[in-house]
């Protein structure tokens, strides 16, 4: 596609409930990256993907969240028995080889209730 | 520990005005780059500085970078009611061996640009 997509945009859960976002990437971006906002903070690293593995998943908050990618395409990060500090924006992000810049989605702005 | 430090946290200006952002960081980098989001969604890639260069200017923008202070600075010259948004450096260190991109990001800086 032209561009990153993440679905859903905004998403509300019970606490926990499991949830599931989507990132699509640019097509022939091997490198995909997670991020996550909490309300008014700069982004905090989640993990990275290159091609279908990820080399890098040092920002997982803890053992409720992981993620895959398929086909070194789309990616989903799942979060298991959500808990109300959760809540935040969730960014997908793909580049080339990681050295000229991100694109970035629109995010799912996951709330737990 | 904080990588990039953005300061001030928030800048309120006129439109025609120029708006200065600075970014201090810790550990050596690659690169620097800046990015703005706009409503707390996605965020826009800006402009992106190699380590071993001191300035880069891209339309309204100008960045420098000065390594031995590990500190950068974002100039918005003549600016616009439009570029009201959270302005953010993001780090990509270059410690642990080759990077593969990996950005550290830092809490942002808001501009408001008044019409």
């Known amino acids: 596609g032209a561009g990153v997509s993440q679905s859903p945009s905004n998403k509300v859960t019970e606490k926990g409930k499991d949830v599931e976002l989507r990132c699509d990437p640019i097509?022939?971006?091997?490198?995909l990256y997670w991020y996550r906002q909490s309300l008014g903070q700069g982004l905090e690293f989640l993990i990275y993907?290159?091609?279908?593995?990820?080399?890098?998943k040092s920002g997982l908050p803890s053992d409720r969240f992981s993620a895959e990618r398929t086909g070194g395409s789309v990616s989903t990060l799942t979060i298991q028995r959500t808990q109300q500090e959760d809540s935040a924006v969730y960014l997908c992000a793909s580049s080339r080889q990681g050295t000229n810049g991100y694109t970035f989605g629109s995010g799912t702005r996951l709330t737990v209730v | 520990s904080q990588q990039g430090e953005e300061d001030p946290q928030a800048l309120s200006i006129q439109e025609g005005e120029n708006a200065t952002m600075n970014c201090s960081y810790k550990?050596?980098?690659?690169?620097l780059q800046w990015y703005r989001q706009n409503s707390g969604r996605g965020l826009v890639h800006l402009i992106l500085i190699r380590s071993n260069e001191r300035e880069k200017h891209s339309g309204r923008l100008r960045v420098t970078l000065d390594t031995s202070k590990k500190s950068s600075s974002l100039l918005i010259t003549a600016s616009r009611a439009a570029d009201t948004a959270s302005y953010f450096c993001a780090t990509d260190s270059a410690a642990g061996g080759t990077s593969y991109g990996k950005l550290t990001f830092g809490q942002g800086t808001i501009l408001t640009v008044h019409p």
């Open positions: 993907f290159q091609g279908n593995s990820a080399p890098d």
């Open positions: 550990t050596s980098i690659n690169n």
């Open positions: 097509s022939g971006h091997t490198a």
